[in-house]
């Protein structure tokens, strides 16, 4: 299979499950919580927009092998942002050019929204993905650093 074999369309809700095992292996890979039902809402709220915000790579018209999030957004000062976020390839597709053709999908649709900037979160332990965002222009901006304090009551 190559990326020619692949077509990029809108999420639909019938890709939820497949869409949602591809975040949970995400979430799984860089040893991250995934909450079932927030993840739920958060697609049923996309379904209900004009535009779902999520890009799907199918294979032969209904097998989804990858996802992209996209989203127009604002930061505190009011100015509109785009972002990429969970560019995720099924680990058997991986190396076939899928991710570059969700990626070129989320940037045209931002770029005709006409939004000035685009913002990604890209870890850099995921090497080809680095790659990937460098090949299309993106620079390394910030790093981000997490803290996940202990539940209350411990």
């Not at 032969?60 to 969970?86: A, H, K, M, W």
């Amino acid at each position: 299979m190559s990326s020619e074999d692949v077509t990029i369309r809108w999420f639909r809700e019938s890709d939820y499950a497949e869409v949602e095992d591809l975040v949970r292996n995400l979430a799984r890979l860089f040893d991250d919580p995934f909450d079932a039902r927030w993840f739920k809402m958060y697609m049923d709220k996309r379904l209900m927009e004009n535009v779902p915000g999520c890009y799907v790579a199918v294979k032969g018209g209904n097998e989804v092998v990858g996802s992209v999030f996209c989203d127009i957004l604002r930061d505190p000062t009011g100015s509109q942002y785009g972002y990429i976020s969970n560019i995720m390839i099924k680990k058997d597709r991986r190396g076939m050019g899928i991710g570059e053709k969700l990626l070129k999908a989320a940037l045209q649709y931002l770029t005709i929204a006409g939004v000035p900037r685009i913002w990604a979160n890209v870890r850099e332990q995921t090497e080809a993905m680095v790659h990937l965002f460098e090949k299309h222009q993106f620079i390394k901006k910030f790093a981000t650093y997490e803290n996940r304090p202990p539940p209350y009551g411990i």
